[in-house]
């Protein structure tokens, strides 16, 4: 599955770049995440919980930083797995700046999902990940404001 | 496929049900049993407890009071499709509820839980949405009110609080001059609308007074296309001008793609749709 999308995001690109590969500020955005923990450089181990409709999942994964070029592009790669399914995909993400208090965050992306949950939920899954992508900015974006 | 072992309780009154569901958080209220059944066959939900409220006679009703139709919960799609009220005095909802699956879920489906497991593909919002109805919802600090844009918060995502359970639809008696149609393409396997578009139009003197677009299936949340309702208002109800007005129908929105449909397709098809929505709706002005 192909993700690709942009967001505006209420901070200067120097303070969106810090935020954005801050394993603190990451654990507390991810939607379900209750906190990364480091496994290596740039690695970190995490534990999520999500909810969606009756069906609750609980997944242990792994997230990488790659290809760092601050505070213009990174990568990221993931990978998760739960008795639901498994996740397993990368994307690059391209910070642009957009005035003095404003970025622009582009990213584009594939993600393989298997399991259970891809072979009776694929009818959902392409909204499930735009929602999972949308819950994440808005939190993210709350706190840059608070920090700011 | 066999469910994970879980609790069953069937209680007969709504504050009976309230208790339980306070008394216990990993319960889930179980109404028809159409989508969350199967997830519990599949054991991708495994609730600790099922509160199954059919057995609670206060959700099984539809009346009318005033200007407005209430539709208990529990009411299934079949009964709100072959109602006689309905038919006479909201006759999009009922067109909406013979759209929905098919005679087996139909037969065992209920308006509340349909619009509780907010599914984006759902078919009841379209027709919601363009009717302006309700959700009313019962829970331990009492009753409240939503308008169902408002209840419906994201894909399978609602504004029901842990403990609160949907007691009741409220649609408004429709004037007999508007037109209505509810049109879909749906995905044949699962009966689930790629596309589907429910419509209210009402024109006087050659001139559109009233244009209500709600559109489901096309985005991760069903919607009003605003855009081409403010169209057509004051505009002569012809075949060009509701051409016009459906090529708006997703403008700016951010369609979904899967297996059956990409998005570019998707949002042609809500054009089409609506555009022929509109068209039958019109054969219905008085």
Known sequence: MKIQGQQTLPASRDRVWKALLDPEVLGRTLPGCDGLEAAGPDEYKMHMKLAIASVQGVFDGRVKIEDQNPPESYKLSVEGRGKVGFVKGGGAFRLEPAGDSETLVHYEGDVSVGGLIAGVGQRLLDMTSKMMIKRFFSAFSSELEKSA | ?286
Do not use: W
Not at chain 2, 2 to 27: G, Q, R, V
């Open chain 2, 1 to 286: 496929m066999i469910p994970s072992s879980f609790d069953y309780a069937a209680p007969e009154t709504i504050s009976e049900a309230l208790k339980l569901l306070a008394a216990n958080p990993d319960s889930k209220v179980l109404a028809g049993g159409q989508s969350l059944i199967p997830l519990l066959k599949l054991r991708l939900a495994a609730p600790g407890q099922l509160i199954d409220l059919g057995r609670v006679p206060d959700l099984h009703f539809i009346a009318e009071t005033g200007q407005v139709i209430r539709i208990g919960a529990m009411t299934t799609h079949y009964q709100i499709e072959t109602s006689e009220l309905l038919r006479e005095k909201c006759p999009l909802l009922a067109k909406t509820a013979a759209n929905i699956g098919d005679v087996q879920v139909r037969n065992r489906g209920t308006i509340g839980g349909s619009v509780a497991h907010a599914d984006p593909a759902a078919d009841y919002p379209a027709a919601l949405l363009a009717l302006g109805a309700k959700v009313k919802i019962v829970g331990a600090k009492g009753e409240r009110e939503l308008g169902i844009e408002d209840f419906l918060v994201e894909a399978l995502t609602t504004a029901l609080e842990p403990g609160e359970i949907i007691s009741e639809i409220q649609v408004p008696v429709e004037d007999k001059s508007v037109g209505t149609a509810y049109r879909t393409l749906v995905q044949p396997a699962s009966g689930f609308a790629i596309v589907g578009v429910g419509v209210r139009l009402a024109a006087k003197g050659g001139k559109i007074t009233l244009a209500r677009i709600g559109v489901t299936g096309v985005a991760s949340k069903p919607f009003r296309a605003s855009k081409a309702e403010s169209a057509l208002e004051g505009k002569a109800p012809t075949a060009e001008n509701f051409a016009a007005a459906a090529a708006l129908a997703a403008d700016g929105v951010d369609a979904l793609s899967d297996l059956h449909a990409s998005a570019e397709y998707r949002s042609h098809l809500a054009v089409v749709e609506t555009r022929r929505a509109l068209a039958e709706a019109a054969q219905g002005l008085a």
